[in-house]
């Protein structure tokens, strides 16, 4: 009870303090605002026609949601044009903008009725995603104690599929705590990450073999995984695809996602109460759209629609992109509400203890088609 008070009071004046900030100097992060992508000006040279996923025009808008929201993102230089903006400029006021932009630009987002997943509505290319992983991007809450217990949770999860000394190749190692945890167990791990952030790290860990391109070999891994990074990826299809190739026979692709399904109604909660949604109102509108988005009571936990993801995925979503992509499902494991504990002392966020996935997540174990 009084961490919630602790937590109200923190929110509130932090919310005061972008307030402020936005104020005092509101013409300058205005004229910002409109350099982006999202303004209102340049917005239609970057919409997106097409699901990136399927390539259907079926796509209907059904959520806008203010950058920055729900939470306290730090997204908002994925926003920008290299190629027009002086980037030096901006990356000096980050923190500023990440606080303030959300009053101004707002996040499109739409859902494919073909494919039955959701993707950003801003079209951009795989090379400025490459640029931002590598140049821009990195993560606030990067210390929290017990992440590397949390992170090897789902390394435990793989292990139990696997036979002793397995060849493992994970994507987006991020800092490398579940690769090196399987590295621990026996196996021979193999890395792959964009990131500028942690690649450095990564290289230096003395069990790892890093990789810089996923594009050679077939028939080389056990078990390939993901975790929290399909939702990144520009074309999915494509990049499973890929993948596919490089997986044994008897191989087993593993990936972690976000579940978009369950977290609808926790959204709408979050935003009720957020600062720049005053200012700058979300936009919600499902009539267009052929699927039934759950309004079971879900773990209040939203990361679907985070502002760096590229799309958004759904059971039914998932399991169009693994056929297509010449891969069997085996299982889909949905991180319900009755699969979470939250226990701080010994975990950093709330988790399914069993898969180690994100409340209100989807866990994929899946095979090469024979
Ligand atoms: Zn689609």
Redesign the pocket.
Known sequence: MLSRIKRKIKTALYDIYRVILTLKDYKEIKEISQLSVLSKETMKNYLAKR?P??Q?EDIHSFVKLPLGAPGDQNHSLLYFDYKKVDMDALLKRKDILDGTLGFFLSVPWNF?N??K?ASIGVSFSEEHLLEYYFKYYYRKYGNQPNRRSTKELHGKYLSSFLRETSKVLEIGAAEGFTAEYLAREGHEVFVFEPSGEFKGKLGRSYNLKCIDNINTGENVFDAIYLHHVLEHIPDPIGYIRTLSVLLKSDGILFIQVPDLTSQLEILRKSMKGNIFAIFNPPYYFFDNIKYELSKEKSFAWFDALANDHISAFTPKGIQYILNESNIDAIEIIRSTPDRVIFNPAKYAWPVDEITGNTPNGMTVLARKKL
Do not use: A
């Open positions: 699901c996923i399927c259907s494919c073909k494919c997943n």
